[in-house]
């Protein structure tokens, strides 16, 4: 089946700090990348659509300017968090969709931030 | 809008039956979708419903029925791991997003 990885799984990092959250499709190519908040005991949210070479489509609420989402290659999308404060602190899970097997999005693992 | 309703928590006994309810009312319509999920974990596909019926698949079946906005999912020889929050989601035909319920937690006690 298909294979999404996300890396790092997890984040510690101080208030004011960026980081950088890498999401691969492992076998399979995805011209589309979703990219999803969960907060504890919620449902995901969607961020972000992010399509391969082209700008992120960002939903309504989303500050583009501080998730940056790049997608530069077919198997390959980051989201960075610029300049992250403590309510930042979330689960964020990239999923992408395998044009060739239909609309089953499939999820990576996650990453879940904490920033103090 | 788009709304999607699904309980908010279940419980049921191990070696039993249970079915999860999910109705929708969204703009647009190419698919529903459900998803199982553990504590601190991302998702997992467990079915994808396009056409109206039901779909069986070992454990799980699904049914959808695109007239009423309804689907359901159906967890059959309860297992203590099936424990677990269940995602009800569509697929909007706009952007080809795919809008998610609030999800349903499932206790599974012994």
């Known amino acids: 089946g298909a294979v999404v990885s996300q890396h790092p799984s997890w984040v510690i990092c101080k208030s004011g700090t960026s980081v950088k959250i890498e999401c691969r499709s492992l076998?399979?190519?995805?011209?589309?990348m979703f990219w999803y908040r969960q907060f504890p005991k919620q449902s995901l949210m969607l961020m972000a659509t992010?399509?391969?070479?082209?700008?992120?489509?960002?939903e309504q609420g989303v500050e583009k300017d501080k998730f940056l989402i790049n997608h530069a290659s077919l198997t390959l999308s980051t989201l960075t968090v610029t300049s992250a404060h403590p309510e930042d602190s979330s689960f964020y899970i990239c999923?992408?969709?395998?044009?060739?097997?239909?609309?089953?999005?499939?999820f990576g693992p996650g990453t879940r931030l904490l920033v103090l | 809008g788009q709304n999607i309703d699904q309980p908010t928590e279940m419980t049921a006994t191990e070696g039993a039956i249970v079915q999860i309810n999910c109705t929708y009312q969204?703009?647009?319509?190419?698919?529903l979708f459900w998803y199982q999920q553990h504590a601190g974990e991302a998702p997992t596909f467990l079915s994808y419903?396009?056409?109206?019926g039901l779909e069986e698949k070992g454990r799980f079946s699904s049914f959808l029925s695109r007239s009423k906005g309804y689907s359901y999912l159906l967890l059959k020889e309860l297992q203590m791991k099936d424990s677990a929050s269940y995602l009800c989601?569509?697929?909007?035909?706009?952007?080809?997003?795919?809008?998610f319920g609030a999800g349903t937690r499932l206790f599974v006690k012994a």
């Open positions: 999923s992408a969709r395998d044009g060739g097997q239909g609309e089953t999005q499939y």
């Open positions: 076998d399979f190519q995805a011209t589309t």
């Open positions: 992010s399509n391969e070479g082209s700008k992120a489509t960002y």
């Open positions: 969204t703009s647009g319509f190419n698919g």
């Open positions: 419903n396009v056409l109206d």
């Open positions: 989601a569509v697929l909007d035909t706009g952007g080809f997003k795919t809008i």
